[in-house]
């Protein structure tokens, strides 16, 4: 019974033209404040812009949600 944490995958682009992120967060803990301030941190990580996000909720206790 371990409780589910957050997990970061990064992809960058080869060309350095985007960057691809998958954050899995604890499904009890996602809501739509949580995605902006997320998206948010990442444009400042990576000095970037945020194109487009899909939240994904598979079966189990993680949400997943994908950043470009």
Same mark, same amino acid.
């Given at each position: 019974?371990?409780?589910?944490?957050?997990?970061?995958?990064?992809?960058? %682009?080869?060309?350095?033209?985007?960057?691809?992120?998958?954050?899995?967060?604890?499904? %009890?803990? /996602?809501? !739509?404040?949580?995605?902006?301030?997320?998206?948010? /941190?990442?444009?400042?990580?990576?000095?970037?812009?945020? !194109?487009? /996000? /899909?939240?994904?909720?598979?079966?189990?206790?993680?949400?997943?949600?994908?950043?470009?």
């Amino acid at each position: 019974g371990e409780r589910p944490r957050v997990r970061v995958l990064v992809r960058v %682009d080869r060309f350095d033209r985007f960057v691809s992120v998958i954050v899995f967060v604890p499904r %009890d803990r /996602y809501d !739509s404040r949580v995605r902006e301030r997320i998206g948010s /941190y990442l444009k400042e990580a990576f000095e970037g812009r945020l !194109s487009a /996000y /899909y939240p994904a909720f598979p079966e189990g206790g993680l949400a997943r949600v994908h950043f470009i």
